[in-house]
Nanobody, 115 residues
Framework: QVHLVESGGGLVQPGGSLRLSCVAS????????MQWYRQVPGKEGELVAT???????YYANSVKDRFAITRDTARSTIYLQMNNLQPDDTAKYLC?????????WGQGTQVTVSS
């Protein structure tokens, strides 16, 4: 079992920045991939960024060059640095961890980009 807790969301003006955190606890030694998704009510969820245990990263085209996913292994935490935020980035951001065939999810943190 893996427990994930996200934080760092909030209200920011267009062009601003936020850093999201996702702390993992429990059976974390089996985690292979950690990801950030975002959801907007009424729309399909979007995979934003992926961090593999080998250090590989993936970004959605919509956030490439603006967002960066990093990991602090010692703190069992992944971060999502979000720069130049735009209104279209408004969503609930959720952290996800894959262990074998199991996916674990956090509760999410809301990001609102508005002037």
């Amino acid at each position: 079992q893996v427990h994930l807790v996200e934080s760092g969301g909030g209200l920011v003006q267009p062009g601003g920045s936020l850093r999201l955190s996702c702390v993992a606890s429990g059976s974390i030694s089996g985690i292979e991939i950690m990801q950030w998704y975002r959801q907007v009510p009424g729309k399909e969820g979007e995979l934003v960024a992926t961090f593999t245990t080998g250090g590989g990263t993936y970004y959605a085209n919509s956030v490439k060059d603006r967002f960066a996913i990093t990991r602090d292994t010692a703190r069992s935490t992944i971060y999502l640095q979000m720069n130049n935020l735009q209104p279209d980035d408004t969503a609930k951001y959720l952290c996800n961890a894959r262990v074998g065939s199991m996916y674990y999810w956090g509760q999410g943190t809301q990001v609102t980009v508005s002037s």
